[in-house]
């Protein structure tokens, strides 16, 4: 049997994502969204989930990206730069990791307090991932695995996609490799987990074409799904321009709405027998 989750990540980050997964909730195939606790428009996202309560839920794990933590600055100064806002990439923040000036003890804080902020929203979460997929690192996931057993989510991201493929989209070569140290980091570090009693997809995708997810693509991914789960990570939203005034990530937001929304792909779902599940099934 084929099953597909399509997720749309940072619900939650700006109004215009969340409209846009909205869109491609209702009307296409997105079928699984992940909260940021720590969006500026959080409680916007809140509002839209319960109005489908189809749409799966979980958590967007942040400790990058430029915004504000859930926690006060001054007690995780270790996670934060001198504005008292998250590094913005993943870059920063690892040089910092493995130099030892991350203060995992800090991060277990912050990622704690931002699963109890999307709780006591009245969501439960269907699965844990996070944003640049930091808590693939040992030490953070380790973390992750805890609170998972903390609030009872029994899903995750596991973010290995294949490292022979090489999406449909031009992509630069450091980004295959980063790509590909990112997928074997996570198939070693997630193993155990696996055995602990967490569960994630078969498959993954969606990681070279992060952000530039397009209907060519996603027809060849559909066309070719494997047997067994697979998730396909998404960056829907509207209004691109302004998206693209507010981040600066080379995203194309609204043609992966248009693509999400294609029926053309919801008819080759329906052709092929694959069913649209979100974590919650897994």
Known sequence: MKRLIVNADD???????????????????????????????????VGIAGKYPLLGVGVHLALVGGGKPVLPPKSIPSLLNEQGLFFSGHPDFLKRYFAGRINLLEVELELTAQVEKVCAAGISPSH????????ALPGIFAIVGKLAEQFNVHAIRRPAEPVLYFGGSRTSAGRIAGRTGLSLLSAWTMRKAMMGGLTATDH????????????????????ALPEGSTEIMTHPGLDGEVLSRDYNWGYHWEEELQALTSPILRELINNRAIRLISFREL
């Open 204 to 223: 993954f995708y969606g990681m070279l074409s992060g952000g530039r997810m397009n209907e060519t693509e996603l027809q060849e991914l559909i066309a």
């Open 11 to 45: 619900f939650g980050l700006h109004a215009a994502v969340n409209r846009g997964i909205a869109a491609g909730h209702s009307g296409g195939i997105i079928t699984s969204a992940s909260l940021m606790a720590s969006g500026e428009a959080f409680d916007d996202a």
């Open 128 to 135: 844990f991932d996070s944003h640049q997929h930091l808590h």
